[in-house]
């Protein structure tokens, strides 16, 4: 059997557009280093409305964020500052803690402007959960392409081509865009593999996958995607975790009593100020929509 289990994504509608959860969920926590898995849009935003996600805290993961359309200004309590667009990936790793803010482009507020991507945590590695926090981005990233299918390798090694971004530990992420009648092959090196249908249509060895939600691909099995009439894959993965992760919030860690300082710290302020976004915060919630258990 090519796909071993598909996680239905829960969405939130947050009004300008919709956000599809499918990790952490109660059948699955991870695919590989990935533990939050979200895929925002299409869709278009009107005039006077802008993506806003106010500064909020992190410990014990690493974001990746990575758009098709659109523009997000990302800014962090180390000071750093990068607008994101599409082909261009941005890495912040918590570790120890971090803060940061995502919102629209101030000269974008009063027009209509496109939101479409995705946003993913990876859990950090056993003796790395709590390292100095940092920030990249990268845009140079590779394109393998033939006629019918193109893939950009976000991070770790596909197709003989290895992306610069920092890997913790093992990790595979990528872009497949296929034309109609396109197919290509996914490696089968990485210990756990998914993918996740974002737009079009496409199937795995002729099975159809079903959009937006997330098919676990069975281990070592070399197999291929196809698309009759074109679409957008996500592949994403790596090396198996052994050591269980908790996500509460915004938190991810082996440790249940770090997670908890980690609550303290911020509704006590320990958490440092986001230089440029230091004016607004979201509270420490009472019921976190994400948690895994």
Known sequence: MTILQTVQPVTHDLGAFQVRRVLPSPRRVMVGPFIFVDQFGPAIIPPGHAMDVRPHPHIGLATVTWLFEGAIDHRDSLGSFATIRPGQVNLMTAGAGIVHSERGLPAERDQPKPMYGMQTWLALPDGQ????????????????????????????????????????????????????????????????????????????????????????????????????????????????????????????????DRINQAKRDWDEGRFPLVPGDADEFIPLPQVPLTRSD
């Open 129 to 256: 959960e709590d390292i100095a926090p940092a920030f990249e981005s990268h845009a140079d990233l590779p394109l393998v392409e033939d006629n019918c299918a193109s893939a950009r390798v976000i991070m770790g090694t596909l197709w003989g081509r290895t992306a610069a971004t920092t890997q913790h530990s093992a990790t595979i992420y990528a872009e497949i865009v296929l034309a109609p009648g396109g197919t290509l092959p996914i490696d089968a090196e990485a210990d756990e593999r998914a993918v996740m249908l974002v737009g079009g249509e496409a199937s795995v060895d002729g099975v159809e996958l079903e959009l937006y939600s997330l098919a676990v691909l069975a281990p070592g099995a070399s197999v291929k995607l196809g698309s009759t009439l074109g679409g957008r894959v996500m592949l994403l993965g790596g090396e198996a975790f052994v050591t269980p992760r908790h996500v509460w919030w915004n938190f991810v860690h082996s440790s249940r």
